[in-house]
């Protein structure tokens, strides 16, 4: 069964750089993938979603890759700011439902001031 | 911006008891879910919801649980039995028509059952 990775340890940045998150996926290639942002005690807010026929899509500061052959999805946040500290989740579709969404354990993001 | 509301925020209940989860998903949308994320683990599917009638659901939503939506704005779930594992943050979500369309998430209840 598809099973989603993305990496436990905290990421600690300084503002004003890039920070990059990594999503991995283990099975099937998955139809598209999004990327959500959750803060403490909050429900996930949808940033991004990138399909499988796309390499890269943009948003204001944020950009996301997907290749589907090293089966991992990439989330930049350029010119971070403290407000971006957060936890970071990917969802994939589940094989078969589309609308049933496969998640990841999310990695924290600290930017300091 | 349109808003996912879910009511109450906390929920505390006996174990046994039945508690309903209320969510008023957004009004042009289509499709309805309910999550739920126990503390310091992933978010899980427990059901999708489609013209009326449950379309997924998974190996959590057991007999458990049931959902409805008994008008044309409020979407419900409701947990029979409590049991102790059942605590955790439970997130009603919607989305628009189309699939790949990202969905918007309440703040969520949290469920504590003692």
């Known amino acids: 069964s598809q099973k989603i990775e993305q990496n436990s340890e905290a990421l600690n940045i300084q503002e004003g750089k890039t920070a990059t998150l990594t999503c991995n996926y283990t099975?099937?290639?998955?139809?598209?993938l999004q990327w959500y942002r959750q803060d403490p005690g909050r429900g996930p807010v949808f940033l991004l979603l990138?399909?499988?026929n796309e390499k890269e899509k943009r948003k204001e500061r944020l950009k996301v890759t997907f290749d589907t052959t090293l089966k991992q999805s990439l989330f930049h946040i350029t010119a971070s700011q403290p407000a971006d500290s957060a936890t970071y989740l990917c969802?994939?579709?589940?094989?078969?439902?589309?609308?049933?969404?496969?998640w990841g354990l999310g990695t924290s993001l600290a930017v300091n001031p | 911006e349109p808003e996912v509301t879910q009511t109450p925020s906390h929920q505390v209940t006996q174990m046994g008891q039945e508690v309903i989860l209320r969510c008023v998903p957004i009004?042009?949308?289509?499709?309805f879910y309910w999550y739920r994320q126990i503390l310091g683990q992933k978010v899980e599917f427990l059901v999708s919801?489609?013209?009326?009638?449950?379309?997924?659901k998974s190996e959590i939503f057991d007999d458990q649980f049931s959902v409805e939506r008994p008008d044309g704005s409020n979407f419900t779930l409701k947990i029979r039995s409590t049991k102790l594992e059942d605590s955790a943050m439970y997130f009603c979500?919607?989305?628009?028509?189309?699939?790949?369309?990202?969905?918007?998430f309440g703040s969520g209840t949290r469920l504590t059952v003692v």
């Open positions: 979500a919607s989305s628009e028509p189309g699939r790949g369309n990202g969905y918007t």
């Open positions: 099975n099937y290639s998955p139809a598209y």
């Open positions: 919801f489609y013209n009326n009638e449950i379309s997924e």
């Open positions: 009004s042009n949308h289509l499709y």
């Open positions: 990138i399909r499988e």
């Open positions: 969802a994939v579709p589940n094989a078969g439902n589309n609308r049933k969404l496969i």
